[in-house]
């Protein structure tokens, strides 16, 4: 017989603070959804490019068959390089979708898969710097050297040493700049809390 003076025994789960889902799961799930946004519309543009690059210098040299034929050149010298860079772009825009569909979902491996992401774009970015260096700069100087050429030399030689060193540094310097949001997301999404609380909750 239950004695009526005894406290029931308390039940259900015992209290404590709510765990609150981190805030950079979500954050970083539409920041890559745009980003992979953006780098479809950049593949779809680049694909179309390589089909219309001759329609595009016929445009840009108004009429002046040497400087089509310049660009023309330029064109097919580039399009290893193109090529190259359209399939960096393509594999990197689906492991960032990739990971912001996951993000979204709250799925358990949400987080690595985003820090899958940083590290493929951080390697194709280093790459793609060795890749311009290699053939992009050198192709652009003598692009650069015979515009030079074509009209008339000296009067125009300040303007194409400082388009061959814009060339040089911008083929560097925007590459490492573009690590920035990668690295970012690797360093938030790396943290203990978003690992516990995906750990705990994640789909």
Known sequence: MTDPY????????PSGPPVLEPKSLKTFGVLHLVFGIIGVIGILWGIVSLFLGNFMASLQSSG???LFELQKGLNESLLLTNV????FSIVVTFFIL????????????????????ALVSIVFKGLTIIVSLAITVPTMNK????IRDLNGGSSTDSF????????????????????????????MLRRKPVKDYLEQFGK
Not at 6 to 13: I, K, L, N, R
Not at 84 to 87: P, Q
């Open 6 to 13: 005894t406290s029931p025994s308390p039940s259900g789960p």
């Open 84 to 87: 190259i860079g359209l399939i």
């Open 160 to 187: 194409i040493e400082v388009m061959k060193t814009t060339t040089s540094v911008s083929s560097v310097v925007m590459p490492i700049l573009m690590c920035t949001y990668p690295i970012l997301s690797w360093v």
């Open 98 to 117: 990739r990971a912001s569909f996951k993000l979204l979902k709250g799925k358990k491996d949400g987080a690595k898969a985003s820090i899958t992401y």
């Open 143 to 146: 692009y650069f050297s015979k």
């Open 64 to 66: 002046d068959e040497a």
